[in-house]
């Protein structure tokens, strides 16, 4: 089947195909679309005249090379698939089924005639062996499940109907959710389903395979309460008072370990506040968020849509797809949703609501952290299907259109 390309992630890799000092190490949620990114790089390289035999393809999670466990049984596979003359180019899917493959992968790039590309499925992937081997020698590429623009364009490739009322199929996309698979199955309930497996295999692989949790009661507890929460305000106090209410005890070092473990296997993601007055970050108050909503979705019964945590997520993983940096702002006793930050000094500022409309006190309150901020950066008021206004200088947009079209924040 012809695999739809995700051109925001092979446009930031592309510069990189041909370049054997430099690993290209591409992560992110079990399945996102990884493995398919790294077929479409190989289609992209046979397209430019790069013969088969040049191209070593090992997917870890397949019968063919399951077994494969060791640094010495991966050596001698790739030896084995080595049979072409001059550069080579590796891809190995889900290498931290593999012990200390640090070493392999850093001899292959020594021998400079390997263009290699390697994919995880969890934090593990870049801390340890890796990170003090080969500093400077890897370039991570982070990958997300589907934005809306990448959602509409894979259902349009795949000849699935489209919604005409933009609005109408952004809804549908936040109960769809952005995991690429889930899109070939036609019925909510075959989604959900999907989604629920996606939640187990990353427990059973990236969690109870990697990490001792004694109690998976509690941590299946803390989980569920996270996800309940995603966008909302917390601190550790405040989880463990929560937990503690609802006749769960747990040690504060405890609920740390289980949360981290959950930002590991990519289950969620933190963002700090930043207090925009201090220029500090406010260490003890942070939001989580979900690297896709299927996972609420899939785990509650409810399927009203709360716009405001939803709206949060949708900008918040969209933004993180364009590379910009994340924080919570506050400004006094006011908050402004995020601060997003690329390169080295370029800000944007961002403040989310699902209308202004018709309440003149919401348009106040939702204008009001944005018009307290006296730089020149840019300032986005984002909701959901209003009629565009002016106010201030701050540009008023509508997510369904804005991430349709794939904009930046400049």
Same mark, same amino acid.
């Given at each position: 089947?012809?695999?739809?390309?995700?051109?925001?992630?092979?446009?930031?890799?592309?510069? =990189?195909?041909?370049?054997?000092?430099?690993?290209?190490?591409?992560?992110?949620?079990?399945?996102?679309?990884?493995?398919?990114?790294?077929?479409?790089?190989?289609?992209?390289?046979?397209?430019?005249? $790069?013969?088969?035999?040049?191209? $070593?393809?090992?997917?870890?999670? %397949?019968?063919?090379?399951? #077994?494969? %466990?060791?640094?010495?049984?991966?050596?001698?596979?790739?030896?084995?698939?080595?049979?072409?003359?001059?550069?080579? +180019?590796?891809?190995?899917?889900?290498?931290?089924?593999?012990? /200390?493959?640090?070493?392999?992968?850093?001899?292959?790039?020594? /021998?400079?005639?390997? !263009?290699?590309?390697?994919?995880?499925?969890?934090?593990?992937?870049? #801390?340890?062996?890796?990170?003090?081997?080969?500093?400077?020698?890897?370039?991570?590429?982070?990958?997300?499940?589907?934005?809306?623009?990448?959602?509409?364009?894979?259902?349009?490739? +795949?000849?699935?109907?489209?919604?005409? @009322?933009?609005?109408?199929? =952004?809804?549908?996309?936040?109960?769809?959710?952005?995991?690429?698979?889930?899109?070939?199955?036609?019925?909510?309930?075959?989604?959900?389903?999907?989604?629920? !497996?996606?939640? !187990?295999? $990353?427990?059973?692989?990236?969690?109870?395979?990697?990490?001792?949790?004694?109690?998976?009661?509690?941590?299946?507890?803390?989980?569920?309460?996270?996800?309940?929460? =995603?966008?909302?305000?917390?601190?550790?106090?405040? $989880?463990?008072?929560?937990?503690?209410? /609802?006749?769960?005890?747990?040690?504060?070092?405890?609920?740390?370990?289980?949360?981290?473990?959950?930002?590991?296997? %990519?289950?969620?993601?933190?963002?700090?506040?930043?207090?925009?007055? !201090?220029? %500090?970050?406010?260490?003890?108050?942070?939001?989580?968020?979900?690297?896709?909503?299927?996972?609420?979705?899939?785990?509650?019964?409810?399927?009203?849509?709360?716009?405001?945590?939803?709206?949060?997520?949708?900008?918040?993983?969209?933004?993180? #797809?364009?590379?910009?940096?994340?924080?919570?702002?506050?400004?006094?006793?006011?908050?402004?949703?995020?601060?997003?930050?690329?390169?080295?000094?370029?800000?944007?500022?961002?403040?989310?609501?699902?209308?202004?409309?018709?309440?003149?006190?919401?348009?106040?309150?939702?204008?009001?952290?944005?018009?307290?901020?006296?730089?020149?950066?840019?300032?986005?008021?984002?909701?959901?299907?209003?009629?565009?206004?002016?106010? @201030?200088?701050?540009?008023?947009?509508?997510?369904?259109?804005?991430?349709?079209?794939?904009?930046?924040?400049?």
């Amino acid at each position: 089947m012809e695999l739809y390309r995700r051109e925001n992630y092979l446009k930031k890799i592309r510069g =990189f195909y041909h370049d054997s000092e430099i690993i290209k190490v591409i992560t992110g949620v079990r399945r996102c679309g990884k493995s398919s990114l790294m077929l479409t790089i190989m289609d992209e390289l046979k397209e430019n005249n $790069i013969k088969d035999d040049n191209i $070593i393809y090992i997917n870890l999670d %397949k019968r063919k090379f399951k #077994s494969i %466990k060791t640094a010495t049984q991966l050596e001698n596979m790739i030896d084995i698939l080595s049979v072409a003359d001059g550069m080579k +180019y590796l891809f190995i899917d889900e290498i931290q089924n593999v012990k /200390d493959f640090e070493e392999v992968i850093n001899a292959f790039r020594e /021998d400079g005639d390997y !263009s290699i590309f390697i994919t995880g499925s969890n934090s593990y992937l870049l #801390s340890g062996e890796l990170i003090t081997k080969l500093t400077g020698r890897y370039i991570e590429f982070e990958m997300y499940t589907l934005t809306f623009e990448e959602y509409i364009g894979m259902k349009q490739f +795949y000849g699935k109907e489209i919604n005409p @009322n933009l609005t109408q199929e =952004f809804d549908q996309y936040i109960y769809d959710g952005g995991f690429p698979k889930a899109l070939h199955y036609d019925t909510m309930e075959d989604k959900r389903t999907y989604i629920k !497996s996606v939640v !187990s295999e $990353i427990l059973e692989k990236d969690i109870k395979r990697r990490v001792k949790v004694n109690n998976t009661a509690v941590f299946d507890k803390v989980q569920t309460y996270i996800i309940n929460n =995603f966008g909302a305000t917390m601190s550790i106090n405040n $989880i463990l008072n929560d937990l503690h209410n /609802d006749g769960c005890t747990i040690k504060r070092e405890t609920l740390n370990r289980y949360i981290q473990i959950l930002i590991d296997a %990519k289950i969620l993601y933190k963002c700090q506040r930043f207090d925009l007055k !201090s220029r %500090k970050s406010l260490q003890n108050e942070q939001k989580y968020y979900l690297a896709d909503l299927g996972f609420y979705y899939s785990t509650n019964t409810d399927n009203r849509i709360n716009y405001g945590p939803i709206l949060e997520n949708i900008v918040y993983l969209y933004a993180k #797809s364009k590379d910009y940096e994340i924080s919570v702002g506050r400004i006094g006793k006011l908050e402004c949703d995020f601060i997003l930050r690329r390169g080295q000094s370029d800000y944007s500022y961002i403040q989310i609501a699902m209308t202004i409309m018709n309440d003149i006190s919401v348009e106040n309150r939702e204008y009001k952290p944005l018009e307290l901020i006296k730089d020149n950066y840019p300032k986005y008021l984002i909701t959901r299907d209003d009629l565009i206004q002016r106010r @201030n200088g701050i540009k008023h947009v509508n997510a369904p259109q804005f991430m349709k079209d794939g904009l930046l924040f400049e």
